[in-house]
């Protein structure tokens, strides 16, 4: 089964800023990754999909990077709204897997 | 608008058993691969089991394998979830999901809509 990590666990950070956080894959997964925003008590919100592909509807401070085993999600210009749980997601093979999260914080 | 309804979460005691639904609206739900992700409290997303748009395949994470049932009725548009020997870790919110790709089976696809989740809690 691949496993997938994420870092940092949290991020501490304040509205404006440029903010980058990594996935990396136990093996190789090509580009077959998602990404989730999920806020206390949603459910969670598709950001990314194919690694690098914007969501209909998303804004376009996000944008997504990488392939094989390590990926990037970046944020341009933090907004308020932006303060959440962000999860990576492999879909190469199943059973699919998601990362354990990376809490955005406000500093 | 698509939507996802969860229902059938519970308190239920360990070893017992639980079925969850999830009823589609809004789109052609014979046509989409479907899954079900559950969250423990305080913790990450697990994905849990995945069932092709025409319900031949299904998948699961070892954690339920054998235990859980994934299985569908396109013609109820329903999704459900047999849950059983059920065990204290399994206590988490159930969300079900859709994948994106039409007749795409549920291989190597991504889930575009959530329901908001159902809680099942496995205590005595």
């Known amino acids: 089964d691949i496993q997938m990590t994420q870092s940092p666990s949290t991020l501490s950070t304040s509205v404006g800023d440029r903010v980058t956080f990594t996935c990396r894959a136990s093996?190789?997964?090509?580009?077959?990754l998602a990404w989730y925003q999920q806020k206390p008590g949603k459910a969670p919100k598709l950001l990314i999909y194919?690694?690098?592909s914007l969501e209909s509807g998303v804004p376009s401070r996000f944008s997504g990077s990488g392939s094989g085993t390590e990926f990037t999600l970046t944020i341009s210009s933090l907004q308020p709204d932006d303060f959440a749980t962000y999860y990576c997601?492999?879909?190469?093979?199943?059973?699919?897997?998601f990362g354990q999260g990376t809490k955005v914080e406000i500093k | 608008e698509v939507q996802l309804l969860e229902s059938g979460g519970g308190l239920v005691q360990p070893g017992g058993s639980l079925r969850l639904s999830c009823a589609a609206s809004?789109?052609?739900?014979?046509?989409?691969?479907l899954t079900w992700v559950r969250q423990s409290p305080g913790k990450g997303l697990e994905w849990v089991s995945g069932?092709?748009?025409?319900?031949?395949?299904?998948?699961?994470a070892d954690s339920v394998k054998g235990r859980f049932a994934i299985s569908r009725d396109n013609s109820k548009n329903t999704l459900y979830l047999q849950m059983n020997s059920l065990r204290a870790e399994d206590t988490a919110v159930y969300y079900c999901?859709?994948?994106?790709?039409?007749f795409g089976g549920g291989q190597r696809d991504y889930m575009d809509v959530w329901g908001k989740g159902t809680t099942v809690t496995v205590s005595s």
């Open positions: 997601q492999q879909y190469n093979s199943f059973p699919y897997s």
């Open positions: 093996q190789s997964i090509g580009s077959w």
């Open positions: 194919k690694a690098s």
């Open positions: 809004g789109f052609t739900f014979s046509s989409y691969a």
């Open positions: 069932i092709s748009d025409g319900g031949g395949n299904t998948y699961y």
């Open positions: 999901a859709k994948y994106r790709t039409l």
